[in-house]
DNA sequence: TTGTACGCGTTATCAG
DNA sequence: CTGATAACGCGTACAA
């Protein structure tokens, strides 16, 4: 069943009912609901492929998740992120494909351009998290093939959205300062991802701001999952002068955390206390109280497509860069009272440049 | 660059090219090489819409997520589960569109059909986790599209991938009774899902076998999230009679239940002995011991791209239903001791129908 | 408002 | 082994 057989019983030309199916108001209402119906009757549905043909694009984004990321896929914040896409590309009547390739790997990603952009199989990519040295978003903004990224990219002529990492994560340890705590530690994620560094900057931010001794904080580097931090923290909390606090740059390694002072009968928050990274408790028991930095992993996805649907609409366009607000939630394992507060009706929509003041003094 | 401009440069006609692009024998070495040279030379590479409206398929399969499934996509089972679903397209050289939508709802379904099978923008389909009052599988049926579901269908039609969720359940219940536990209490998924259901009537199953008074064993009804596991475990274990041991038919509903025990301040094994199903506390920290039906989630995904992709290459064969093995692992929740172990070098393939002997015996 | 004619880039058929 | 030529199904200037 194609344009032409409908053309036939509806006794009209096919350009007629190209143009009913594409809404073109050219169309006399009367051959309109004749073609209409005909086509309701036939149960007709344009041919993907011949449409791609014609009109050169198909409404189709990719997702790429670059394969680094294979480990910590099980994370929460992807399946919140990629219901967000899926959100915005329901929303703008676009299909998602998901793709998971190395980004760094100089062969992998040459496949991955030819199987998009050359064959033009998809209309736009958006990338989750970009690494320290992605050679795909450079090839691809040579290509001028349109992309967004999810995570502050490197590459200028990128766009992307984000949170403000850096300065969440500065947020989150002036407030474990704030509490008193003056041993800190961190425990961030791979050096390689462009987040996670930011978050570990953030962390010394603070930590130099306050005037504190630099030494007395500790850097450790997990990977974003929960058995590494536990050892992490194990070692950490076993020393000889253990941190009265830790800043965690995700949930899931300070779920971690927690359970290792569990092990070692060490009380939250007196003996240490614990800020986390992602703000997806909701999904596990509350009763945990951990204190984290909250982002709108599902939002993040759905304007990452909404940029993209932009983008590959108005082609040419310069990149734009986006800040999404976050919420820092005060919890027990801090040292906040155990009922759940949230402050953050402030946007962070400039980097590196928050006042931060009015959330301490929130507190 | 398209098919005719490397005919030109290369001096040959059109077919010629098409013939080497498509490693078709009947060209000779000496043009196949020019040719290929020109193609590498032009970074050439054929246009998709072209070669699906050509040859009427396009490579592409869907993996739908039932909408229903929409609160428990965190669930580490998925992610790994469409991992195994790329493994499997890659291996084939497919690209696979990740579809959501309600599988119940039926103006959704007639979205879906349309967009993929009327429009043919998809080769073939693969439903992860069919519910009780699936209309969409009967409807792919009834169009003769290629589909395979994960997790048994109701319609004998149907092609699917399994695990024996019933037999397994049983297995771990008769696990806990042979640890000498007499009251027994179960936590499940929804009664929608035919998997949540048939590991409930597992758990049953085995309880009648062993004549105890099926009134001991009391059912609870989960969300195949922690919180809900930790306040329905909360609510048993605080009754006057609580359960000795709880079968729990997901992880992240058992590590509720590990939680909620421990906030009562009941010791596991000894005061509640657990079990749980996935098997995918390798993600956690193992040191929670839980002990757990090992089911094989990212193989499931990539056996269902392979059932696929035999059914649109073989089109009209019967349906095939197959079912994957999968292990018992005791570890130190259910009363074992703490090393872990691994039981199961015996394939379940046929479903409810185990001599199950041999695995308790091991202990 | 409607119809005609052509192009989109490949694959497939049939001669040679 | 190679080359015309006809589908594949749709969008769209252009003409009427």
């Given at each position: 069943m194609n344009l032409e057989d409908i053309a036939k019983l509806a006794e009209v030309s096919r350009s007629t009912v190209s143009r009913v199916v594409n809404n073109?108001?050219?169309?006399?209402d009367g051959v309109r609901t004749r073609v209409l119906r005909i086509v309701a009757e036939t149960n007709y549905h344009p041919n993907a492929a011949a449409r791609s043909l014609a009109?050169?694009?198909?409404?189709i984004f990719g997702l790429l998740i670059p394969q680094a990321m294979n480990s910590i896929f099980g994370d929460p914040w992807f399946p919140h992120m990629i219901q967000g896409c899926m959100d915005g590309c329901r929303n703008a009547d676009y299909s998602l494909m998901l793709l998971m390739e190395s980004s760094t790997d100089h062969a992998a990603v040459n496949r991955l351009i030819e199987r998009t952009v050359r064959a033009r199989h998809l209309d736009g990519l958006i990338i989750s998290s970009s690494l320290k040295d992605d050679v795909l978003s450079h090839r691809l903004a040579r290509e001028n093939f349109p992309s967004v990224v999810i995570g502050r990219d490197t590459d200028e002529r990128f766009s992307f959205v984000d949170i403000d990492n850096r300065a969440a994560a500065r947020i989150a340890t002036e407030h474990l300062l704030s509490?008193?705590?003056?041993r800190l530690a961190v425990i961030s994620?791979?050096?390689?991802m462009v987040t996670a560094e930011d978050r570990r900057l953030g962390f010394l931010d603070a930590v130099e701001q306050s005037g504190l001794?630099?030494?007395v904080a500790q850097s450790r580097f997990g990977n974003y999952q929960e058995r590494e931090a536990f050892l992490q923290a194990t070692d950490l909390l076993s020393?000889?002068?253990?941190?009265?606090a830790i800043f965690v740059t995700s949930d899931s390694m300070a779920w971690g955390v927690l359970h290792a002072a569990r092990t070692l009968q060490r009380n939250i928050p007196n003996d240490v206390a614990v800020i986390g990274f992602d703000?997806?408790?909701?999904?596990?028991?509350?009763?945990?109280?951990l204190s984290s930095i909250r982002q709108p992993a599902r939002r993040l996805g759905e304007r990452a497509v909404e940029m993209l649907v932009d983008l590959v609409s108005n082609p040419g366009q310069s990149p734009v860069q986006e800040w999404l607000p976050i919420d820092l939630v005060l919890d027990?394992?801090?040292?906040?009272?155990?009922l759940p507060r949230v402050y953050g009706d402030?946007?962070?929509?400039?980097p590196y440049a928050l006042p931060i003041a009015s959330q301490v003094a929130a507190l």
């Amino acid at each position: 069943m194609n344009l032409e057989d409908i053309a036939k019983l509806a006794e009209v030309s096919r350009s007629t009912v190209s143009r009913v199916v594409n809404n073109d108001p050219r169309v006399s209402d009367g051959v309109r609901t004749r073609v209409l119906r005909i086509v309701a009757e036939t149960n007709y549905h344009p041919n993907a492929a011949a449409r791609s043909l014609a009109t050169r694009h198909n409404r189709i984004f990719g997702l790429l998740i670059p394969q680094a990321m294979n480990s910590i896929f099980g994370d929460p914040w992807f399946p919140h992120m990629i219901q967000g896409c899926m959100d915005g590309c329901r929303n703008a009547d676009y299909s998602l494909m998901l793709l998971m390739e190395s980004s760094t790997d100089h062969a992998a990603v040459n496949r991955l351009i030819e199987r998009t952009v050359r064959a033009r199989h998809l209309d736009g990519l958006i990338i989750s998290s970009s690494l320290k040295d992605d050679v795909l978003s450079h090839r691809l903004a040579r290509e001028n093939f349109p992309s967004v990224v999810i995570g502050r990219d490197t590459d200028e002529r990128f766009s992307f959205v984000d949170i403000d990492n850096r300065a969440a994560a500065r947020i989150a340890t002036e407030h474990l300062l704030s509490h008193g705590y003056r041993r800190l530690a961190v425990i961030s994620g791979p050096s390689t991802m462009v987040t996670a560094e930011d978050r570990r900057l953030g962390f010394l931010d603070a930590v130099e701001q306050s005037g504190l001794d630099p030494s007395v904080a500790q850097s450790r580097f997990g990977n974003y999952q929960e058995r590494e931090a536990f050892l992490q923290a194990t070692d950490l909390l076993s020393s000889s002068t253990p941190p009265e606090a830790i800043f965690v740059t995700s949930d899931s390694m300070a779920w971690g955390v927690l359970h290792a002072a569990r092990t070692l009968q060490r009380n939250i928050p007196n003996d240490v206390a614990v800020i986390g990274f992602d703000g997806i408790q909701q999904e596990r028991n509350q009763r945990e109280g951990l204190s984290s930095i909250r982002q709108p992993a599902r939002r993040l996805g759905e304007r990452a497509v909404e940029m993209l649907v932009d983008l590959v609409s108005n082609p040419g366009q310069s990149p734009v860069q986006e800040w999404l607000p976050i919420d820092l939630v005060l919890d027990s394992s801090c040292g906040c009272p155990a009922l759940p507060r949230v402050y953050g009706d402030r946007e962070f929509t400039t980097p590196y440049a928050l006042p931060i003041a009015s959330q301490v003094a929130a507190l």
